[in-house]
Structure formats: C-alpha cells, structure tokens
C-alpha cells in the first residue's frame, strides 16, 4: 500500500521567513493533494498537482511536484501568523479509487 | 457560498449508546466520503459513496454504518460506540473520484463517557 513520509514533522518559523515542506510517497503519485487543517476544524484544500513537474503558486504558497512523480514540496513565503496550522499530503487518483491516503502532517508555528 | 455542513460540532454520548452523526452539502457533488481523525494523526477513510453506491473500507469495524438517502445527505450511525471510537469524524466531498479535490466539512468531535 501506498504511504507517504512528510518532514519535518513541525516547524517553528520567525514571521516573513520562508519555509518548505515535503512529502515523500512509497509508490508513483498520481495525484497529490496539499491542505491545510486548523486545530479542531477540518481541512482546507489549497492545491491539487498531477503532472510531473507540475508547479502551483496561490497567494505565498507554492506546492510542486517532481518530475518522478514521488516527491512534493510546499513553500510559504514571507510567512504570516495567519499560515499557522497542520499541513497535510494526500495521495489520491483514479487508481486509489477516490481513496484519499494522507501524511501524517506538519504542524506550523509562526512566531509574531 | 457552497458548502459542507456537519452537525452537531461537538456529540457527548455514552458508551454503547448508538449515535448519528449528519453531513449535507451544496456542492451537489456526487461522492461523499466518511474520516475518522484520531488525536495527532493523519485522517482515515471508514467509506464512501459514489452517488448511491456504497464502498466501505476492509478494515472499518461493522459498528460503523452509513446511509445516503439523497444526493445532499450522508449519515454517520455508530451503533455501540466504545471508547476507542472518540475522535474526529470528517465528512468531505468529491465531484467525482479521479482527480477530483475533496472539499471537507469541519469535522464533529465526539466524546465517549
């Protein structure tokens, strides 16, 4: 079965400082799936990548995929108080049957 | 705005006292999809439907159910709830089941006494 590795597993950043994430999958992605998840309250889709290479930006973040397809990447820059929360990867496709395996997260601080 | 609505936010019940969790949306999105979110961990699918189709995972325990009686709602029953069944539960949905994102509700805490 497929699993996916994030690190770090939390991170504590200096507000404006820049900061990525990664997500390491066990097999090929055929669809990868960054949220974002408060304390408490359920996940906020920010981006979806599938194509190998792929890149997305919103706002200051930014998710890629490589071109093998079994790594991601989340950059924030210039982080704020507000990107505080749990983020997490998830793999999903027509392959997982709607199935989405997720991450175990990388909780972020942001210190004002 | 569209959404994912679960209710209550927060369920209290007893142990071994059946219980039913309720998720509705306004996506008018074909899949609906059950989570179980543990404390510190990564969110489980228990199963989901596709449209009136229901697909459950092989490790979800018989306790849990769910019912789907129309395209806007989904049911969580969890029929004798013990004290391992507390924690989040996650309703989200999909247009469809390729690559399609899942849009999440915000989740109902439940507590077992």
């Known amino acids: 079965s497929q699993e996916l590795e994030q690190s770090p597993q939390s991170l504590i950043v200096q507000e404006g400082k820049n900061l990525t994430i990664n997500c390491t999958s066990s097999?090929?992605?055929?669809?990868l799936y960054w949220y974002k998840q408060k304390y408490g309250e359920g996940l906020i889709f920010l981006m979806m990548?599938?194509?190998?290479?792929e890149e997305k930006s919103h706002e200051k973040i930014t998710a890629k995929l490589d071109e093998k397809k079994q790594q991601s990447s989340l950059h924030i820059t210039a982080s704020q108080p507000s990107h505080a929360g749990i983020y997490l990867c998830?793999?999903?496709?027509?392959?997982?049957?709607?199935?989405?395996?997720f991450g175990q997260g990388t909780e972020l601080s942001v210190k004002p | 705005d569209a959404m994912v609505i679960q209710n209550p936010r927060y369920q209290v019940t007893q142990f071994g006292k059946p219980v039913t969790l309720s998720c509705s949306q306004t996506?008018?999105?074909?899949?609906m999809y059950w989570y179980q979110q543990k404390s510190s961990q990564a969110p489980k699918l228990l199963f989901h439907?596709?449209?009136?189709?229901?697909?459950n995972e092989a490790d979800t325990p018989d306790n849990f159910q769910s019912r789907r009686p129309n395209t806007s709602f989904c049911f969580l029953d969890i029929r004798s709830p013990g004290l391992g069944d507390a924690a989040m539960y996650l309703c989200?949905?999909?247009?469809?089941?390729?690559?399609?994102?899942?849009?999440f509700g915000d989740g109902t805490r439940l507590s077992i006494l």
């Open positions: 990548l599938q194509k190998g290479g």
């Open positions: 998830g793999a999903g496709g027509y392959n997982q049957g709607g199935k989405l395996i």
């Open positions: 439907y596709y449209d009136k189709d229901f697909n």
């Open positions: 989200a949905t999909s247009r469809d089941r390729g690559f399609s994102p899942q849009h």
């Open positions: 097999k090929t992605l055929y669809g």
């Open positions: 996506l008018n999105h074909n899949v």
